[in-house]
């Protein structure tokens, strides 16, 4: 056994207070990806750090640091964003859509129809182009449309009886 598979069997051993660490900064889950990244990172050393544990434990925090400021950036540029999204639906006098109460109702859909339905009405995307972007099989991508239509419809039908 080399000195960099000693030093990795050595870093492992310590992952577990190596991830306690990281909380520090991230949560349970990112704090083991920043463990896993630096092991990683630690095996494409060309030679042993003289001391692989310190070593793993600057790895390990630089990452954290590094994951929770990206973190907090892509949090306010979300918060951000928000504020700033325009309606989704531009209202009409003359319309028969009322634009707050259908954004309302997809609103109220789960994420995964919202998003078939966003692709397929105001991105113009075909069954197998939403298919190819939201990562699912075209039956699926046709299924989950047809069930946010008639989401859609109960929630408005409802809001309209409502008038």
């Known amino acids: 056994?080399?000195?960099?598979?000693?030093?990795?069997?050595?870093?492992?051993?310590?992952?577990?207070?190596?991830?306690?660490?990281?909380?520090?900064?991230?949560?349970?889950?990112?704090?083991?990806?920043?463990?896993?990244?630096?092991?990683?990172?630690?095996?494409?050393?060309?030679?042993?750090?003289?001391d692989a544990i310190a070593?793993?434990?600057?790895?390990?925090?630089?990452r954290?640091?590094?994951?929770?400021?990206?973190?907090?950036?892509?949090?306010?540029?979300?918060?951000?964003?928000?504020?700033?999204?325009?309606?989704?639906?531009?209202?009409?006098?003359a319309a028969a859509l009322d634009a707050q109460a259908a954004q309302k109702a997809l609103e109220q859909l789960p994420r995964e129809l919202r998003e078939i339905v966003v692709l397929r009405i105001w991105g113009e995307l075909g069954f197998v182009q939403i298919a190819r972007s939201a990562q699912v099989g075209v039956g699926t991508a046709y299924q989950r449309f047809s069930e946010a239509m008639r989401q859609l419809r109960a929630v408005m039908e409802k809001s309209r009886t409502l008038k």
Do not use: K
């Open 1 to 50: 056994m080399n000195d960099l598979s000693r030093s990795a069997e050595h870093a492992v051993a310590h992952s577990a207070r190596l991830a306690l660490y990281a909380r520090q900064w991230l949560n349970a889950a990112d704090a083991q990806d920043v463990v896993q990244d630096a092991l990683v990172a630690l095996l494409s050393c060309r030679r042993a750090p003289d």
């Open 55 to 62: 070593w793993m434990y600057a790895a390990v925090r630089n």
């Open 64 to 93: 954290a640091i590094d994951a929770a400021r990206s973190r907090a950036r892509r949090r306010r540029r979300d918060e951000r964003t928000g504020r700033q999204r325009t309606e989704w639906f531009q209202a009409d006098a």
